[in-house]
């Protein structure tokens, strides 16, 4: 008789327990199907600044004079008194030529010369004699009779021809004394002079070689090549996004290679104002102090180059911008409504990143930007530093 109610017992227990555990699985206070609600998103507030950051473009050094030195004149090199690295100054002889055709025209010069000065004496001579006939008969035609009319009017006529003559010889004189003036100019051209003060960078002639004007017949280089090298150009191209805000008298650091760590700089000089339709860059000269020499043209540059905006653009953090195939936008949240708003990117400080489309300061933007959170879908901001 006992052992009956034992199992009724335990079986009543199971079942007790059975259902205790159906109980615990539902949760206390929790309503089954009842539906989540929208998720939490970072987002971050637009910003408005004027942008102000550095950023690395290549130049080169440029000298600031550089001149290819060819003769006036055709000839052959009788000497050459500097070689390539010899510093020379403004008014240096570098170099004497021989031209025996050019002595040759000094001497035709000087004859002609010679020649019409002589022409001149006897035109003047013959003048004198002319005029002095012509007042004789003058005064004796006072008398009636003594001279005729026809005779008086001879004398004048060939005193005023005299006249013409000798004027046309002191015009031969002048020429041909011009002509020797000239010729002797350019017997001055066989010494081959320095235009400034430089550096000799380049030598391609020596005794004997045949060198002369560019273009000349069997003339190919130049005789040297004259760089100034205390003062530089610094010719650095800049992008056309960057171009506006670039003002004359700004100092702009550069480094070399040859100079590992250290840092030299030039002064904004000329901007040429045109973007090259082949680069899409803007040359813009800086002026570049070397007393030392120790920079050289020809060097590549990594320049410095300060970027400012002249008024103030927005900026969002640079992960809120999303790019896809078709677009690049950011994803804005108003009245807890998410929106995708398309975007041109510009250039990015730290963190952020310049943003042009239809955005406003103080709109709120996801910090993450990404193409699954779609248009409309409700959403939670919570709002983070921008940094």
Not at 323 to 344: H, N, S, Y
Request: charged share 20%; proline share 7%.
């Amino acid at each position: 008789m006992t052992g009956r109610p034992l199992l009724l017992l335990g079986v009543f227990s199971l079942a007790t327990l059975s259902a205790s555990c159906r109980g615990s699985s539902t949760g206390a206070g929790q309503t089954p199907g009842a539906a989540p609600g929208p998720p939490t998103v970072e987002v971050a507030v637009v910003v408005s600044s004027r942008l102000h950051i550095t950023i690395p473009l290549p130049g080169e050094l440029q000298p600031y004079q550089v001149v290819p030195i060819y003769p006036r004149v055709t000839g052959f090199v009788r000497s050459i008194s500097v070689d390539r690295g010899a510093h020379v100054r403004q008014g240096q002889s570098i170099a004497r030529l021989d031209a025996p055709e050019l002595g040759a025209q000094q001497a035709e010069a000087q004859a002609r010369l010679q020649g019409a000065e002589a022409q001149l004496a006897a035109a003047r001579a013959r003048l004198a004699s002319d005029e002095s006939t012509y007042q004789r008969l003058k005064a004796a035609s006072a008398t009636p009779g003594v001279v005729a009319g026809n005779d008086l009017e001879v004398s004048q006529r060939t005193t005023e021809a005299d006249r013409a003559l000798v004027k046309a010889q002191q015009d031969n004189v002048e020429a041909a004394r011009q002509a020797l003036q000239s010729a002797a100019e350019i017997d001055a051209y066989l010494d081959v002079r320095a235009p400034f003060d430089g550096v000799v960078t380049e030598r391609n002639a020596h005794a004997g070689a045949l060198v002369g004007p560019a273009g000349t017949a069997g003339v190919a280089d130049a005789m040297v090549r004259i760089e100034t090298l205390s003062r530089l150009r610094l010719v650095v191209p800049v992008p056309e996004t960057y171009a506006a805000g670039i003002r004359e008298g700004t100092k702009v650091d550069f480094a070399v290679p040859a100079f590992p760590g250290r840092t030299f700089s030039g002064t904004i000089a000329r901007i040429s104002h045109a973007v090259s339709v082949k680069t899409r860059t803007m040359p813009v000269e800086l002026e570049v102090a070397n007393p030392s020499g120790e920079l050289d043209p020809g060097t590549y540059t990594e320049v410095l180059w300060p970027v400012e905006r002249p008024y103030p653009t927005l900026f969002v953090p640079s992960s809120a911008v999303t790019t896809t195939l078709e677009r690049t936008f950011v994803i804005r949240v108003r009245a807890g409504k998410a929106e995708w708003v398309d975007v041109k990117t510009g250039a990015s400080s730290g963190g952020l990143i310049e943003v042009f489309g239809d955005l406003r300061e103080m709109d709120q933007v996801a910090v993450r930007g990404t193409d699954e959170l779609r248009p409309g879908a409700s959403v939670m901001p919570r709002v983070v530093p921008v940094r």
